[in-house]
């Protein structure tokens, strides 16, 4: 039954399912649906794929996640970063407008829906954790200006593709002259008419004295407003026949079942971008659905998640949709609206379901300039200069890992500019961990305590030498180790043993042992022995595993004062002597030092 | 000055230079020339090209690593897992035998070089570190099986090319029909006196009263034996005429100058193989290069070395040779002979060249079948199953690391292999600092100490929660920290302080300060405010560039006893009051707990 219920969270809410519960979450639907009608078909178009693929692509995810998902509040559908994703993966394979465009993008729905479940099951979410926020700030800053650029071609009712910001450069530059003025303003009175919703319509209704939540609801609503305002223009003026590109048809009625190609070429070429789609995709939803559920104080179970995004990506792709995800706008237009349950996502679905059935012969007249235009303002929205700024003073490795992601998805493609930030990241990382903080200690008189020689005023003996290691030891900085302390050694020519203090060594790995191993044998070769000191348990259980301590020219001290008293205790005897009472109990509180 | 010998080694030694030292080099490259000459021409033909670039590959990259490597004993030329590499490498961009294959490698050499050396010189020699001992050992195994393996059909005489394992079993059955039964007596007979003279050979030569030493280097010498031999066998009874395969007419004379191929279409193809064939190269090198330093208590310098290895290869770039690195075999025989510097490998190299001009005529009659003979018994002996043993017993994550790079290796060809391999290991690891020790903590009675509550009879208040953490935040872990402390706030509603003890938080990355920050505000959001104690200096100063400290809800502490006394009078009075003698100063030594 627990485990019923892990999979199936559903079960948490739906038996206690109340009438006033459903009226909370019936408002939520009506108003999710009314703005999700325009997005949808706006981000269908930017994904390349016909407007309907982006209302169906809003029906069945939203019932999976409704079953599958854990946060009460997340509205799953096509969002503007995977829906730019999925532009650049199945362009490489296919012309927009094909059929093969088509079963590319529902293939890497699929795809990307069986990984998710299989990243949930084996409770992988923690590759999520491999995209810092600088990466993902960044690649959603590059997003944002790249799917704005690409847009400004249905503004000026030009032909202009490109994958990079140079490309969609060029080829604006090209075709300007072909600009339909109509177009132009459509477009850009529509651009206009919703910043002024977003910034100046919002504070007016305040100031007119509605609540904040409704005028919140109000301002959401102005792209509903562009779109019914700009078709009925367009209808009532015929524009389509002045040149001004129209959504045209779309197919009335619900979505068929469909399945994706399975040519296992094709899968092998979408694998890479699937797994990026479905790792960026998760890592967008999960930080919305952990700020909601922080806010009343619930709790979302990321491996969860996984599993209910990955269901909502399969019944994307059955029912000939495309990649899906949890959208931040819409989720919270959802949390603000009252949503109590996720069966408010289920009741939008039945009302864009509705939208498929009766109104899409309405949209026919709606010019693509309009979608373009709330595409523009929403991913504006997304671009956060500041946030370049504020990772620029805090930390230069990370704002490094910040301006690569940026340059090379601006540059390159969005795939290349994601890879390369996680990449960077890792590499720096280790880069970092990689020189651990090791001090030569020495005794504090009276005590028996060891310090960093550098650092405080302590005794050592001329023939050992002493190394606290203040990391675990492990593959990338078992070389540096061994640097060290043959570095040290060979300055120090009257040294007889050396001994490594480890209480702050978490893991040695097999890396890091070999490498303990070889530098025994070379301090043998120099007439050095080597000792431990102060090893964890665990540590200790995995070297008993091996026969390392039966070479161990040395011997394993269970404190390094025994140590220090076993093999130098002429100098043990003269620390024990002086000052025995120099050291206060206050002092010695042991962070390893800096 | 200083600045210079950096960069020129030979002037640390070139100064004083002895004839004693003469004496000493001279003889150790006579012995490692004569080692030196079937291994070059063998190697060359593992890596599909003809055997005199084997021999051009021994003696400029020699005299340029004199010029700049930092080891004293140090062979460099070709070797078998890099000649490997190359076959791969160069294998899919052209056919074996064409000037576009030869081309190919010399501008892979040159790539490799040019890697080196801006590796070296941007001191990027860390990267080497990325190779896990488990995941070079594997790797280095999976290519010894491969290299036998592929040597197969020239000791059967027949065609069977592979890259992977399968693929050589395949051709190996298809064709084993075609079996030349004096091809394959020759190269039985010479694997096997192979074999006995490195196994029987030399303890015959010890109870025969020889200096170990001597019989070591006389065992050495067993692939000359087996090449005069053959070539003797070859030429008396005209075996070629029989369809015995021999080497052929090798060009007689030194390397001409020559230029790689300038297209920078195939400079990017080759630009990942190159990367992966420095890295194998250079820890394979430094690897040796250290073992020998050691045992006269010298040092190298990894990132100079990177230098000198890099000079190697452009230099055998330049005169038509193919990617080299230092070598086990050779170097350890270049120590035991007594090599005291660099010079010997100078010297080396002009043996090689006489060999070049005078001694080329005579190999033409030498069958491939010895040569395959010596490969196969030179890289049998790189392959350690006992490693994979011993990894298996110490740790799993160390040998799922290895297998992969096996399994790959063997299974999809060298380069998928190490990449797998090095993929893993860093996910891995990643993995297992993604879930830092964190614990509750409490008072000791009686002290200002804190401990684990799970392992020491503490007392904690009711409305504070104080979690210590064990690690450095930074992006793979911050999520893990939050949900942790969200997780625990939402299972104690009565708390209204969360304290963070930091003493082992060496740093917080822009994601972790990011999360710090949510985690502030979202504990906000439920009425909880965080506080933060004993923060390190240089984490404490980039907070302090940031506007954090002013958002944080709560206070940062210098200690945590002071955290305590703030936020909960009551329960810091009452710990005071108890059992004031019961901690032992002896008890308060505080690595963290496990």
């Known amino acids: ?43 269908a178009l930017l994904a390349g794929l016909p407007a309907e693929v982006g209302l169906y692509a809003s029906i069945l995810p939203l019932v999976a996640y409704a079953i599958f998902g854990t946060s009460r509040a997340l509205a799953v559908g096509p969002v503007a970063v995977v ?72 503004i000026l009712g030009i032909r202009a593709d490109g994958q990079t910001l140079v490309e969609i450069a060029v080829a604006l530059v090209r075709h300007i002259g072909e600009t339909n003025l109509i177009t132009l303003a459509i477009g850009v009175t529509a651009t206009a008419f919703l910043f002024w919703v977003r910034k100046g319509l919002k504070p007016l209704l305040l100031s007119a004295g509605l609540h904040p939540r409704l005028a919140d609801s109000l301002a959401k609503a102005g792209p509903v407003v562009a779109v019914a305002a700009t078709t009925l223009a367009a209808t009532l003026f015929s524009l389509g026949a002045q040149g001004v590109k129209l959504v045209g048809d779309i197919p009335t009625g619900l979505p068929m079942p469909t399945l994706p190609p399975l040519d296992p070429a094709l899968w092998l070429q979408l694998a890479g971008p699937a797994l990026l789609i479905s790792v960026v ?53 959802n949390f603000d609206a009252g949503a109590a349950t996720p069966a408010a996502g289920a009741f939008t679905a039945v009302g864009i379901a509705l939208a498929t059935l009766f109104l899409t012969p309405l949209l026919a007249n ?32 990370d704002f490094a890992a910040m301006a690569a992601t940026i340059l090379v998805t601006l540059g390159v493609g969005v795939e290349a500019g994601i890879t390369s930030g996680v990449v960077l990241s890792v590499l720096l990382y280790l880069f970092r961990t990689s020189r651990p903080h090791m001090a030569v200690v020495g005794i504090v008189p009276g005590t028996e305590h060891f310090r960093n020689v550098q650092r405080h005023k302590v005794l050592t003996g001329r023939t050992v030498l002493s190394v606290r290691v203040d990391e675990s030891l492990y593959f990338a900085n078992s070389r540096y180790l061994e640097d060290r302390i043959l570095g040290l050694v060979a300055e120090r020519p009257a040294i007889r043993h050396v001994v490594l203090m480890c209480p702050a060594v978490n893991v040695i790995d097999a890396s890091a042992f070999e490498t303990l191993e070889e530098l ?43 140590a220090f008293c076993t093999l130098d205790p002429q100098t043990a005897h003269v620390a024990e002597s002086r000052n025995p009472k120099q050291a206060a109990t206050s002092d010695l509180w042991s962070g390893p030092e800096i």
Do not use: C
């Open 1 to 43: 039954m627990t485990s019923l219920r892990r999979f199936f969270p559903i079960l948490d809410w739906a038996g206690t399912y109340s009438r006033d519960t459903a009226a909370n979450d019936l408002i939520a639907a009506v108003i999710v649906t009314i703005m999700l009608i325009p997005q949808s078909l706006a981000y």
């Open 83 to 154: 829906s730019l994703m999925t532009a650049s993966a199945v362009g490489e394979l296919a012309a927009q407008g094909t059929p093969e465009y088509l079963g590319a993008a529902i293939a890497l729905a699929l795809l990307s829906g069986l990984m998710l479940v299989a990243m949930g099951l084996f409770r992988l979410g923690f590759l999520a954790n491999l995209l810092s926020h600088p990466v993902i700030s960044g690649f959603i800053t590059a997003s944002g200006l790249l799917i704005a650029a690409s847009q400004l071609k249905h």
């Open 281 to 333: 995709g998760f890592v967008e939803s999960v930080s919305v659905a952990q700020t909601l559920a922080a806010k009343k104080r619930q709790r979302i179970v990321p491996d969860q998640e996984l599993i209910g995004l990955g269901a909502a990506n399969i019944a994307s792709a059955v029912s000939g949709g495309y990649p899906v995800t949890g959208g931040f706008a819409r989720s919270v237009v």
């Open 366 to 397: 709606l010019p693509q300039a309009t979608l373009a235009a709330t595409i523009i303002v929403a991913v504006l929205s997304l671009v956060d200069f500041k946030a370049i700024r504020r990772t620029y003073i805090y930390s230069r490795s």
């Open 520 to 562: 025994n044998q070379r301090l043998k070769d120099s007439g050095v022995s080597l000792h431990l000191s102060e090893v964890k348990g665990p540590v200790m259980d995995r070297l008993q595993r091996t026969d390392f301590l039966e070479h161990l020219t040395g011997q394993v001290f269970l404190t390094q004062y025994q």
